[in-house]
């Protein structure tokens, strides 16, 4: 029945064809497009490995140098467009179609392409949304990853950032794909088997080690009292008050700050051990001085952090680490973890509207969305309770048999209410709404549906959403904490009164915070090198952060 | 370069006895407010020099909100603006007020 196993017949006919370019499973880095043409069908569906932070560049030179007649039509599947190359392939006519998760640092150009029609794009996916797709109608057809070093049998060590790799491979690997990998250096035997090397068919010693975007660190130096403020807002009147144990952070300056002010802020308001035990979290150099104090049991990661390994290796009752003492990341795992076993997550966005979409699409800048949609989510097939899941569900409105109640995961979106420029982050219509209509899309990307959000946290205050009643409510709840936005200065006062006695609107003095205590001296770090005292020098931050 | 400027009425003087203060920096996203005992005890007027145009309206709300919070009756402030938030002017004005109440 050779009607049945055609694609594995495919599959060992590219093998074959990419062996006259290789010795064994490995191939030179100067025979990559050699190999990529020979195994390459046109209007193949191509994961070219583009995490959140570790990226197959080598692979991604060489895809840009395919020639389009022979490589061209490609769809590709993958979950960071990161690198100028990732776009590159669609201005030559190498790739053709899109699904993706993330694209922060090429958010203006893709924003442009799609404008311009250059690329046919799918769906901008959140990362779990995406690895399901691997196995249901995305199948990569040609995986193209990276990793730090393999055996001449293809065994793979990925190093800290393991990443999205075994979802890309298991997806490739077992639905007769063909699975290349880049490498740093080809070695007899590797610190730790990531991938076995039955699922990696070529290996490339690349030209030079993979690119790693430092995404997780925030420059303590940087932070204003503004966000001080809010992280002040956010321990007291959302962490505190929730006992939230387990949680996910975003990666921006109010979430680093509330990490800087555990140590100081949180100590003093007696809530170690009460809060922040538990994470989903890559391993962001502002955690440092908590970890140090005492204050956090576990943390299992995403991705790793550029600068951050050593002090992991070192840490391992904290991380997950291999036998090689190397942190272990997996994104597919962390992520579940953070639908699943999270009680909150917290984050910043772009655009908010007034009854709590929020998108971090503007007219000019597609940024994806990674994590944040899943993470920010209610999941609906949580079954196991806490009591801060099961606060969330007593505050939102109760309808039917109280005994049937479901909690609520708490998603708070922790905002400035103007961003860079001057740029109000409230907003009466989404700018993801123009661009869906300008590119067809059937979906507007919204990044967290306002059904899924509880809490706004900005300056002015925070907007507790489960005990709006009302859509009126919610609206002005959201007014009421958008501070001198057109959006705020809209706002019915005397009815954001009455929702701040209900509780429902909470100013700092509400909370007992005198906003001129929000004072840098509250950090538990001010600068990166305090950073690298708190981790007794295991911390090394790259180049651009070392600014003594 | 845009100049505005702003007078309230307040019920009362700012306490404290000290005649002059100065906070923050002219800085990209920050500014440099100067406060001076100088004006009638229930008057205050502020004066501004922002880089950016067209914010009269929000400057205005920033400073109104400002004057009814702190009711700095007799200072004459002036704001160096370097591009600064709303959120962050209104700090530096308490953040100003409170260095002359002592």
Known sequence: MSGWRREREARDARIEAGRSHAEGKVVAADKVVDLLEAILRPGDRVCLEGDNQKQADCLARGLSQCDPSRVHDLHMVQSGIVLPEHL???EQGIAKRLDYSYSGPQGGRIARMLYGGQIELGAVHTYLELFARYFVDLTPNVALIAGVSADRDGNLYTGPNTEDTPTVVEATAFKNGVVVAQVNEIVDRVPRVDIPGDRVDFVVEADKPFYVEPLFTRDPAAMTETQILMAMMAIKGIYAEYGIRRLNHGIGFGTAAIELLLPTYAERLGLKGEIATHWALNPHPTLIPAIESGWVKQV???????GMDRYIRERSDIFFTGADGSLRSNRAFCQTAGLYACDLFIGSTLQIDLTGHSSTVTQNRVAGFGGAPNMGSDPHGRRHPSDTWMKAGREAQVTGDPALMRGRKLVVQIVETFGDGLVPTFVERLDALELAKKIGLELAP???YADDVTHI?????IANLLLCRTADEREQAIRGVAGYTEIGRGRDRAMVERLRQRG???RPEDLGIEPLDADRSLLAAKSIKDLVHWSGGLYEPPAKFRNW | MEKLSFRHTTSRALPGAKAQAI????ASGNLEVLLERTLPPTECTVEIETPIRGYGEVWEAVVAD?????EP??????????GARPDTVSLRLLQGARLMEV
């Not at chain 1, 946290?457 to 205050?461: A, H, N």
């Not at chain 2, 400002?66 to 702190?70: E, I, K």
């Not at chain 2, 009756?73 to 370097?82: E, S």
């Open chain 1, 88 to 90: 590159d392939i669609f």
């Open chain 1, 300 to 306: 299992h990661c995403f991705g790793s952090e550029v």
């Open chain 1, 446 to 448: 919204v990044m967290v």
């Open chain 1, 457 to 461: 946290v900005t300056e002015e205050g």
């Open chain 1, 504 to 506: 429902i609107v909470r």
């Open chain 2, 23 to 26: 906070t923050g920096v002219v």
């Open chain 2, 66 to 70: 400002f004057v009814a919070r702190a």
């Open chain 2, 73 to 82: 009756g007799g200072l004459r402030i002036t704001i160096n603006d370097g």
